[in-house]
């Protein structure tokens, strides 16, 4: 503000006018559609539902990494959020892997290589609806474009959690790996696999993200209620004072629920989905408006015809330049969304100079800022996971602080992180799936 010449009200429009940006809205409401229904299958047993399949087919140390890989994958392909994956593979996971004989660095890595590849591909995620939204591009279209570059890094990355599952030895600790499964498993929780593809089929059909969300939380939510595997009130809840004469006269209804006047609020699943994408909302507002203040102040013009006039000087070295420039960014800044965003506006800016389709730019964008989100060890994505870690010593007494797994030790090891990163290394290199502006349109971004 104090460098702004003139008037500080022109200061002060530049930040309404970044906050106010369509792509900062669109991202916003998105996320709290994603959150609402995350919570409400988590409410309805998925994880459980994991849990029981693992166990289901014997599940053993040696390939236990891999298997959380690919489940961890399918959840936070399902809810559209590694850190929530993270955590609650963390949390349920990673001890049942321990106690089953698989290496504590392992499990940590493949739980982060599958928010990885969630991250990436989900519909839903947050990373996915930023990168669509600011190369104005259609979500659909970019999910189903960005899928061949998410199987040629995935199936890599198994192959390597089933060698060194077998080459890396676990902690002996003793035979209770059956009974915990047993505590949190079902297999009801499954069910949500089909709300989970309800959400991935309408957005990859091109239906608008919000209808797509939409749909798959009614499922949810019948799911949850026909199979008891969730109440109305663990869905959405209102707690009204119960000396409230109109809140009496509707306690008969299964979202309302009485309580003392000091205790009222809203709650469940719906409202708790929601309501975690605030912080996130705010850094985005704040982002977003710092990113306008430096174009209008020139910043962004002086870095970007740096770019274009000594790295990006052809269109392999533009795109090579896009990919190692999101992934310096990644490491300045912890939280993927965030570096996601701030990055994105040179992204485009190069891609656009060299014709470079929209969905190209999107997965370029998005692959990297996933894949290095969760592979730094002061990563927003690894922290939330040690942080889940490192309160397991409290809740079970066979787990020690030894086997609390150090950020830096995992860093090898999220191999879907590394490998999708040398994928679009190598597509920068060689072209592969390199798609010019005229090979493919996308469709109206009014439908993200």
């Given at each position: ?7 500080w ?63 961890a ?24 892997g ?6 504590p ?40 474009s ?127 989905g ?111 996971g ?5 309160s ?37 290199i ?19």
């Amino acid at each position: 503000m104090f460098f702004t010449k003139g008037d500080w009200k022109h200061y002060a429009n530049t930040v309404f006018e970044g906050m106010t940006q369509r792509v900062a809205a669109t991202a916003i409401v998105a996320w709290l559609w994603a959150g609402m229904f995350a919570n409400t299958i988590q409410a309805g047993g998925f994880v459980g539902g994991l849990v029981w399949a693992a166990d289901a087919v014997n599940v053993g140390g040696d390939m236990f990494a891999a298997v959380t890989f690919v489940l961890a994958g399918l959840l936070a392909t399902g809810i559209g959020t590694g850190y929530g994956t993270t955590v609650a593979f963390s949390a349920l996971f990673f001890p049942a892997g321990v106690l089953l004989g698989a290496n504590p660095v392992l499990i940590f890595g493949a739980i982060l290589s599958g928010a990885v590849f969630g991250d990436n591909l989900a519909p839903v995620s947050d990373t996915t609806i930023v990168s669509a939204v600011t190369q104005d591009s259609d979500i659909g279209g970019v999910v189903a474009s960005r899928f061949k570059y998410a199987i040629a890094a995935a199936i890599p990355a198994f192959i390597a959690y089933v060698v060194m599952g077998n080459m890396m030895a676990g902690i002996d600790i003793s035979q209770q790996a059956q009974q915990l499964f047993l505590e949190s498993s079902t297999p009801a929780g499954l069910a949500h696999l089909l709300s989970m593809a309800v959400v991935i089929g309408t957005a990859i059909s091109g239906r608008h993200i919000i209808e797509a969300v939409s749909w798959g939380l009614v499922v949810a939510a019948v799911l949850n209620l026909s199979l008891g595997l969730a109440t109305v009130s663990d869905m959405i809840v209102f707690r009204a004072p119960e000396t409230l004469g109109m809140a009496q006269s509707l306690a008969f209804l299964p979202f309302v629920e009485l309580v003392a006047p000091g205790n009222t609020g809203v709650g469940g699943s719906i409202y708790t989905g929601a309501k975690g994408f605030f912080p996130l909302v705010v850094l985005v507002l704040l982002i977003v408006a710092a990113s306008q203040i430096m174009m209008r102040g020139g910043g962004f013009k002086v870095i970007q015809d740096w770019l274009l006039d000594k790295v990006a000087t052809s269109v392999r070295r533009a795109e090579l330049a896009m990919v190692l420039g999101t992934a310096t960014v990644n490491a300045a800044i912890t939280i993927n969304t965030a570096a996601e965003i701030a990055i994105s506006p040179y992204i485009a800016r190069i891609g656009e100079k060299f014709n470079i389709n929209g969905y190209r730019r999107a997965n370029i964008l998005d692959a990297n800022t996933s894949a290095m989100g969760y592979v730094f060890p002061w990563g927003g994505g690894v922290l939330v996971g040690f942080a889940a870690i490192q309160s397991l010593p409290g809740q079970y007494e066979w787990f020690t602080q030894a086997m609390v797994v150090n950020p830096v030790s995992v860093v090898p090891y999220v191999f879907h992180g590394w490998f999708l990163f040398a994928v679009f290394v190598l597509s920068a290199i060689t072209g592969f799936g390199l798609e010019y502006t005229h090979d493919r349109s996308s469709s109206e971004v009014s439908r993200v």
